[in-house]
């Protein structure tokens, strides 16, 4: 089964959204086998980031995903990487549409509420960053039955 991992940034934190992002991935089917609220560390954040290292803005990404904590999760499911990116929006809330994470709660680029994995291998790569495989539930909620043949 896919997974694929699930960051609530320190604004989506700070505003009262973990419930409100729960509830969607929930909703939608998704099985939460990782939940963790932690205080990132900056060498934490430096990996997860690491593909932007050489951009302008890599700097104050780091300090932003330090400043607060972070609800980290892992989902697991049928196409959950790209569902979930349909789920969160467009990483410009004022691009996304009107139902989405980002669409319905976010302001701007530098505060837009959520992290998720962009593709398989990246959502692999990022859940065994954030989490152990001890830190990690494997199990089939009774409903399945009821959502997936």
């Known amino acids: 089964m896919e997974r694929t991992f699930i960051a609530i940034k320190p604004d989506g934190v700070q505003r009262g959204l973990v419930g409100e992002v729960i509830k969607r991935f929930e909703s939608k089917g998704f099985t939460l086998v990782g939940l963790k609220m932690l205080e990132v560390s900056k060498e934490l954040a430096e990996q997860h980031y ?8 890599f700097k104050s990404l780091v300090e932003f995903i330090t400043s607060s904590p972070v609800v980290a999760m892992v989902w697991e499911g049928e196409g959950v990487v790209t569902s979930a990116r349909k ?3 467009a990483t410009n809330p004022l691009m996304a549409e009107p139902g989405t ?6 302001i701007n680029i530098g505060r837009n509420l959520i992290h998720g994995s962009d593709a398989i291998e990246t959502a692999q790569n990022e859940v065994s960053l954030w989490f152990t495989e001890e830190e990690l539930v494997s199990w089939k909620p ?8």
């Open 101 to 106: 994470i980002r669409g319905d709660f976010g």
């Open 87 to 89: 789920i969160i929006g």
């Open 50 to 57: 690491g593909v932007h290292k050489e951009r302008p803005f």
């Open 142 to 149: 009774t409903i399945s039955p009821w959502m997936v043949e």
